[in-house]
């Protein structure tokens, strides 16, 4: 059984996409935080009518009904919860084993270059390997996917620093955990970021 979750906000002017507000104002942030996430569940949609999977909004901000408005009701939905980032990535893995899924993938919503056959590959590695990762440009990652919950994964790691990925790499190296690298793909975080956006827009 296989499920991917969305991690995900709420988009709220001035609440999203902050680092972008000095070049395109609060709602033009949101407006892109917005079309991101919906790029990204378009990609997840086309995998899931050739891939027998479920799928999870896991959300902060706003509340389910509001998140139904957005995305649709045919959906699931959960509040990410309290803590950090990695406390709420071990629960949400933690929660989704202990239903009985046994190949789980959580991603982000902000990386334009990921796509259904990227995450069709993520779904087929976990059949050869315990860990997945999709390595990000700023240093962290985009995806990770286990087909058990490792929950020191998420231990002493320092979110938000370029250091992520390695120190996430370290901790899976040191359980002898067999691991796959996706492609290195970048996110849309800083205003540096935006023509990596637009080129995809341009593509599509």
Not at 8 to 23: D, E, L, N, Q, S
Not at 129 to 150: E, K, N, R, S, W
């Amino acid at each position: 059984m296989a499920r991917l979750i969305l991690f995900t906000r709420y988009p709220v002017p001035g609440r999203v996409k902050t680092r972008m507000i000095p070049v395109l104002g609060a709602e033009g942030s949101c407006s892109l935080h917005r079309s991101l996430v919906e790029h990204t569940i378009l990609q997840i949609n086309k995998l899931m009518v050739r891939y027998d999977l479920t799928f999870e909004v896991r959300y902060s901000g706003g509340n389910r009904t509001l998140m139904q408005k957005w995305l649709g009701e045919g959906r699931e939905f959960s509040p990410q919860g309290r803590g950090s980032l990695g406390s709420r990535m071990k629960r949400a893995f933690d929660q989704a084993f202990r239903t009985g899924f046994t190949r789980v993938i959580l991603i982000g919503s902000d990386i334009p270059g990921l796509n259904a056959e990227i995450l069709r590959k993520a779904f087929s590695a976990l059949s050869f390997h315990d860990l997945v990762l999709g390595p990000a440009g700023d240093g962290g990652y985009y995806l990770i996917g286990m087909t058990q919950c490792f929950p020191f994964l998420f231990d002493g790691i320092p979110w938000g620093e370029s250091a992520v990925l390695e120190k996430t790499l370290d901790h899976a190296r040191q359980s002898a955990l067999k691991i796959d690298l996706l492609e290195k793909l970048d996110d849309i975080d800083r205003p540096s970021d935006l023509p990596v956006w637009e080129k995809l827009k341009i593509l599509e």
